[in-house]
């Protein structure tokens, strides 16, 4: 009983902390650096990118100074917004899928985005984090598709791979979102510079003003 009140404790501390962030100090976001082979550093300009947007476009204070973050370092409780992307393998031991536990439900938010080929690496991989919880997919006419700009149609398709509709699945717990996994729609890739897809502006003003949408309902949350 002792041991179970003194996490609660922790825990509390941890979302006051989060809290703290939100509300009186720039806001920090940053990468998940995982182990088991995938590459966990595609899209090297993409969250760059995203926060160069938002902090122009929609008014948030975020520290243009992006790191990377292990599953099983405490610096992970620094990063309200952790992203993490690939196309392989992907690989938590029992440590890390506790500590990545723990910063979710201190208040963590930990953003999948498949660049092709994650899903059926990191399903069961959060399994480890969360056994009790499965991915849902998230409808339409949900905030995170609402605001600032409205999505009416789920996310934005970036690239074409499987002929796939995109989709937006998250884990919820308690009633709280404390991860979402975008797939089928290489995000990411829209938020890269321009040279490296190629892709038309229209495109990567799509993919930023979701991220935008995203990173907005993690820090009002």
Same mark, same amino acid.
């Given at each position: 009983m002792k041991m179970k009140k003194l996490l609660l404790v922790i825990l509390f501390s941890f979302s006051l902390s989060f809290s703290f962030f939100a509300s009186a100090q720039q806001l920090n976001i940053a990468l998940l650096k995982y182990r088991g082979g995938g590459d966990w550093y595609g899209n090297p300009t993409s969250l760059p990118n995203l926060v160069r947007f938002c902090n122009q476009e929609i008014g948030t204070d975020i520290n243009p100074n992006v790191p990377t973050v292990e599953p099983s370092s405490p610096d992970l409780f620094n990063y309200p917004y952790v992203y993490m992307t690939g196309h392989g393998n992907v690989v938590f031991d029992a440590a890390e899928a506790q500590n990545l536990r723990n910063y979710m439900l201190a208040g963590g938010f930990l953003h999948i985005d498949d660049n092709y080929g994650i899903r059926q690496y990191i399903e069961p991989q959060m399994k480890k984090v969360f056994p009790e919880l499965d991915f849902v997919e998230l409808p339409y006419s949900h905030e995170i598709f609402q605001k600032p700009y409205p999505f009416p149609n789920g996310l934005p398709k970036i690239h074409e791979h499987d002929n796939k509709p995109p989709q937006l699945f998250a884990l919820i717990y308690e009633g709280r979102i404390v991860c979402i996994f975008t797939y089928e729609? &290489?995000?990411? &890739?829209?938020?890269? &510079? @321009?040279?490296?897809?190629? &892709?038309? @502006?229209?495109?990567?003003?799509?993919?930023?003003?979701?991220?935008?949408?995203?990173?907005?309902?993690?820090?009002?949350?």
């Open positions: 729609c &290489d995000l990411g &890739d829209g938020w890269e &510079d @321009q040279r490296v897809h190629h &892709d038309s @502006q229209e495109t990567r003003e799509k993919a930023l003003k979701m991220g935008a949408n995203i990173l907005r309902y993690v820090f009002t949350k």
